[in-house]
């Protein structure tokens, strides 16, 4: 059983770079995809971005140009970076898992990011 | 950009049938997941694939997808059922991408 956990970033300032990583346990790293997802406020959820243990991504189109992310075997953690952000990157963000990279069978319990000065 | 439509909302019965809509162009020729989410938790994987079901989930929910239209069927729906049920598709294009549906909140009456 795959087990997931955001770090927690709490608030962050407009125009300030969001790190979240995600501790993997459970697994091995190699045997999954390991995907970002978020929910905004209202309830909407947007798929963030992807890795796969080579350090191949996919990445969403909307936000990559601002966007990072990296994968560290040896620590069995996944990191996320979001440059330059708004209120509109206020959102829950989750680390999740799938055996193939078009859907996601373990989610972590969720980090609240706040963005406001 | 690739859009799938849910209603916004399903009321059912106790022991009644729920059949919560995925709309999307010409969704029949992908492969669609559904999630669960309660409040406050994580969303559940519950249908992927178009129709297979993950361990551990039961057999009164199963699924549809055909021309434009996918289809959550929750057979002798339970209190414990009231929750948003999100549909999702992996988009083929250029610039693969993940594409979740609004979410449907399925009230047991």
């Known amino acids: 059983q795959v087990h997931l956990q955001e770090s927690t970033p709490g608030l962050v300032k407009p125009l300030e770079t969001l790190s979240l990583t995600c501790s993997v346990s459970?697994?091995?790293?190699?045997?999954?995809?390991w995907s970002w997802i978020r929910q905004s406020p209202g309830g909407e959820l947007e798929w963030i971005g992807n890795i796969y243990y080579s350090g191949s991504t996919k990445l969403n189109p909307s936000l990559k140009s601002r966007l990072t992310i990296s994968i560290d075997t040896s620590k069995n953690q996944f990191t996320l970076r979001l440059t330059s952000v708004t209120a509109a990157d206020t959102a829950k963000y989750y680390c999740?898992?799938?055996?193939?990279?078009?859907?996601?069978?373990?989610w972590g319990q969720g980090a609240l990011v706040t963005v406001s000065s | 950009s690739f859009a799938l439509t849910q209603p916004p909302s399903l009321s059912v019965a106790p022991g009644e049938t729920a059949s919560i809509h995925c709309g999307g162009d010409?969704?029949?020729?992908?492969?669609v997941q559904w999630y669960q989410q309660k409040p406050g938790l994580a969303p559940v994987l519950v249908i992927y694939y178009n129709v297979d079901r993950p361990s551990g989930i039961p057999e009164r929910f199963s699924a549809s997808n055909s021309g434009n239209t996918a289809t959550l069927t929750i057979t002798r729906v339970e209190v414990g059922d009231e929750a948003v049920y999100f549909c999702q598709v992996w988009q083929t294009t250029r610039d693969p991408v993940v594409v979740f549906g609004g979410g449907t909140k399925l009230t047991v009456l």
């Open positions: 010409n969704i029949g020729s992908k492969g």
């Open positions: 459970g697994a091995s790293m190699r045997s999954y995809y």
């Open positions: 999740a898992s799938g055996v193939v990279s078009t859907y996601f069978e373990s």
